[in-house]
């Protein structure tokens, strides 16, 4: 005789893969597009075919050559990594003091920096940019860097996850005569690598990402990011679907490989924050 609750698990079973197989390839099938078109020619870039009828390189070709792909892609590689390195510092380095210590108006400037993350970017833009051109900055990838040194966003998550740190262990190594320095590089930080790590990935992301202010700030595409040479496909005229999907692709190139390296820390780092 079978079982109706046994049933009903692996409907529900069945149910529940089926629901995650649909939105695995929801979240696939732009890039299997993008990676798909990069390979067709011009002429077949508007067909329904799964894959390319002729392979072909030349729109890779074509958008190195279109644009300054080497030096764009070397900019934004330095403003990501600059960006993100020194929004993890101040985070951590905010988010300890947060945690530890006791000062007169600490919920007041924490209050003030969640309030700086719900204003958008956008809204500082122009303050900002008085700023970078009167320092001489414009054109420049300090100029890009700088306005962006802290996120209030990895703040706030930082803040949570050194909240959550066992204090006991704090206050052992205190006891064994540890500075605030060394108990935040050699007692908490290893312990929260896998969090720091995967807000770094999401950080690095964003600043990647990032095209509204190099597109404010920079005019020359020795100066620009590949961002803004990605824009440059694309005209009132006409697109070239085939040569932006394969600067697209090798502009998605280091994220994958960012993810490749980073991802048992991030895995991590998800798995624990669910069982917390």
């Given amino acids: 005789m079978k079982n109706p609750r046994l049933n009903g698990s692996r409907s529900a079973t069945v149910g529940k893969h089926t629901v995650l197989i649909l939105l695995s390839f929801l979240a696939i099938f732009p890039f299997y597009w993008m990676l798909n078109t990069s390979f067709k020619p011009a002429g077949e870039v508007y067909s329904t075919s799964l894959l390319p009828t002729h392979w072909t390189f030349d729109n890779y070709v074509q958008a190195w050559h279109a644009i300054p792909m080497a030096r764009m892609m070397t900019n934004s590689i330095i403003v990501a990594i600059s960006q993100t390195a020194a929004q ?58 700088i306005p962006n040194i802290v996120s209030a966003f990895a703040v706030l998550q930082l803040y949570n996850t050194f909240k959550s740190f066992p204090r006991t262990l704090i206050e052992a190594a205190h006891l064994d005569g540890a500075s605030d320095w060394s108990v935040l590089w050699r007692t908490i930080f290893p312990n929260l690598r896998a969090s720091i790590a995967s807000i770094g990935v999401l950080l690095f992301i964003s600043s990647w990402n990032d095209y509204f202010w190099p597109l404010l700030v920079t005019n020359k595409p020795e100066h620009a990011t590949l961002q803004i040479g990605l824009q440059s496909f694309m005209s009132t005229d006409a697109n070239l679907w085939g040569p932006m999907m394969a600067a697209t692709t090798m502009a998605s190139l280091p994220i994958l490989l960012l993810y490749f390296i980073l991802q048992r820390q991030i895995i991590d780092s998800f798995v624990k924050g669910g069982l917390r």
């Fill in 88 to 145: 993890l510092l101040t985070s951590i380095l905010a988010a300890y003091a947060f945690t530890r210590w006791d000062f007169r108006g600490k919920g007041f400037f924490y209050g003030l920096i969640s309030l700086t993350w719900l204003v958008p970017f956008q809204v500082i833009m122009i303050p900002n940019y008085v700023v970078i051109s009167g320092w001489g900055l414009r054109n420049s990838l300090m100029g890009l860097i």
